[in-house]
Protein backbone atom coordinates (compact mmCIF):
# COMPACT_ATOMS: atom_id res chain seq x y z
CA UNK A 1 0.00 0.00 0.00
CA UNK A 2 1.45 3.44 -1.01
CA UNK A 3 1.48 6.23 1.74
CA UNK A 4 -0.86 7.90 -0.43
CA UNK A 5 -3.64 5.25 0.07
CA UNK A 6 -2.37 5.10 3.96
CA UNK A 7 -2.94 8.72 4.25
CA UNK A 8 -6.46 8.37 2.77
CA UNK A 9 -7.27 5.52 5.02
CA UNK A 10 -5.97 7.39 8.07
CA UNK A 11 -7.90 10.59 6.75
CA UNK A 12 -11.52 8.74 6.75
CA UNK A 13 -10.86 7.69 9.91
CA UNK A 14 -9.91 10.70 11.31
CA UNK A 15 -13.34 12.41 10.02
CA UNK A 16 -15.23 10.13 10.91
CA UNK A 17 -14.31 9.50 14.60
CA UNK A 18 -17.66 10.90 16.81
CA UNK A 19 -16.99 13.32 19.84
CA UNK A 20 -19.21 14.42 22.46
CA UNK A 21 -19.96 18.40 22.93
CA UNK A 22 -20.42 20.15 25.98
CA UNK A 23 -24.16 18.80 26.04
CA UNK A 24 -22.93 15.28 25.45
CA UNK A 25 -24.51 14.89 22.36
CA UNK A 26 -22.59 12.99 19.51
CA UNK A 27 -21.09 15.05 17.01
CA UNK A 28 -18.85 14.28 13.87
CA UNK A 29 -15.50 14.63 13.99
CA UNK A 30 -11.98 14.46 15.77
CA UNK A 31 -12.60 17.20 17.67
CA UNK A 32 -8.92 18.83 17.51
CA UNK A 33 -7.35 15.66 19.34
CA UNK A 34 -4.12 13.88 17.49
CA UNK A 35 -0.93 12.45 19.12
CA UNK A 36 2.52 14.03 18.13
CA UNK A 37 5.71 11.54 17.82
CA UNK A 38 8.83 13.10 17.72
CA UNK A 39 12.30 11.65 18.95
CA UNK A 40 13.39 12.13 22.58
CA UNK A 41 16.88 12.91 21.42
CA UNK A 42 16.12 14.70 18.39
CA UNK A 43 19.03 16.46 16.20
CA UNK A 44 19.06 20.39 16.59
CA UNK A 45 17.38 20.96 12.95
CA UNK A 46 14.48 18.43 14.42
CA UNK A 47 14.27 21.10 17.33
CA UNK A 48 14.50 23.61 15.06
CA UNK A 49 11.46 22.58 12.63
CA UNK A 50 9.92 21.90 15.89
CA UNK A 51 10.28 25.50 17.18
CA UNK A 52 8.79 26.58 14.24
CA UNK A 53 5.82 24.52 14.27
CA UNK A 54 5.07 26.16 17.77
CA UNK A 55 6.14 22.61 19.34
CA UNK A 56 8.77 23.07 22.67
Request: hydrophobic share 30%.
Amino acid sequence: MSKLANRGHFENIWLRTKRHDEKSQVKNGSGGVYYLYFPVNSAPTQHRVLRELGIR
